[in-house]
């Protein structure tokens, strides 16, 4: 038996990877620790709840993980936890390098203390900058990082942090860098959730005015099964990205939601641009598939319409959580 700390648990990807981890390695001892800010939901955890040992808490407060790291004899880490809003980050930058920065940086003490054998770090395609939409480069796991965004800053800066405590102290890290991830339990700030429950809801989708704008997308369980590769079989100090190679403009997401509820085009509502709004992504992930065999199982296709379905039979789940969004999507221009 082994024993795993999952941080960020409750959110959309932690609590979907609580929930494969447990499905997968049942007598393993799972610690999920989330803050349960604002797009935290304890109760995405409700199915896995009598199998995970969960812990209200920051990730940034070292004696609380010094306390959890020591009593669970906790042998890995899998960071998720992250502020990951890029329209709220525009608005409140500084929350931003707290989070994902500087709690990081307090996470890695901590690991490094307790002697940790494995510090898995997720990060993001964003770290890279963005590409032109008719460029025909890819990123890979040696590009150079060009954040464009506080969001990305922060992430990128934390990367630099996961590998500094590595190269410097010997910590046994890796990464993964991860396309766009869809399915269910994401909070309905997100660009494919809140097209899907606007439009449950009769309301317009704010379509910002660069709608050509394009994103990779992954289904989140492909995802985990990616994390759980790379946990079993990759290369201490190696970083390996996640992506399938699927890239769909906002604007043709859009036109999915409204298709697949059978909408007519016109509830789309064209909004001003967020301030350094990247173009497109794309990730190599040639190197997790050769070196650990990982390849993704969800087509893009089905994955969608199985994620538009869940949300309109779960109105339960999200409609208590759209008076939390921070943000307004058509107020950039105000």
């Given at each position: ?13 932690g ?65 998720f ?21 500087m709690?990081t940086h ?51 800066a ?22 766009n ?41 492909d ?99 759209r ?6 999507e058509?107020?950039?221009g105000?």
């Amino acid at each position: 038996m082994a024993s795993i700390l999952v941080t960020g648990a409750a959110g959309f990807i932690g609590s979907q990877f609580v929930r494969h981890w447990v499905g997968r390695y049942p007598d393993d001892s799972v610690v999920a620790l989330d803050a349960l800010t604002y797009a935290g939901v304890e109760a995405n955890l409700a199915d896995v709840r009598d199998w995970v040992t969960f812990v209200h808490g920051d990730m940034g407060d070292s004696a609380l993980m010094d306390r959890v790291l020591a009593e669970h004899e906790v042998e890995t880490v899998v960071n998720f936890a992250a502020e990951s809003h890029n329209s709220l980050a525009v608005l409140d930058p500084r929350r931003f390098f707290q989070t994902n920065t500087m709690g990081t940086h307090a996470l890695l003490d901590s690991c490094r203390r307790a002697g940790v054998a494995r510090f898995h770090h997720i990060s993001t395609c964003e770290v890279y900058g963005d590409l032109a939409l008719d460029d025909d480069r890819v990123f890979t796991e040696e590009s150079p990082y060009r954040p464009r965004t506080p969001y990305n800053a922060s992430k990128a800066a934390a990367d630099h942090a996961v590998r500094a405590y590595h190269e410097t102290f010997g910590l046994p890290v890796t990464i993964t860098n991860c396309a766009n991830n869809y399915g269910p339990y994401q909070f309905p700030e997100k660009v494919l959730p809140l097209f899907i429950t606007r439009s449950l809801d009769q309301e317009p989708i704010p379509v910002y005015a660069s709608k050509d704008n394009r994103r990779e997308w992954i289904h989140v369980l492909d995802h985990c099964r990616a994390v759980e590769a790379v946990l079993k079989g990759g290369r201490i100090g190696e970083t390996y990205h996640v992506g399938t190679g699927v890239e769909v403009s906002v604007d043709e997401m859009a036109d999915l939601v409204l298709a697949e509820l059978g909408l007519p085009q016109d509830r789309k509502m064209i909004v001003p641009d967020r301030p350094g709004h990247d173009r497109r992504y794309l990730l190599d992930s040639r190197k997790i598939r050769t070196e650990l065999g990982w390849s993704p199982l969800v087509d893009f296709g089905t994955g969608i319409k199985d994620t538009i379905r869940w949300y309109a039979e779960n109105r339960e789940w999200w409609a208590p959580l759209r008076g939390r969004i921070p943000v307004s999507e058509g107020a950039w221009g105000h």
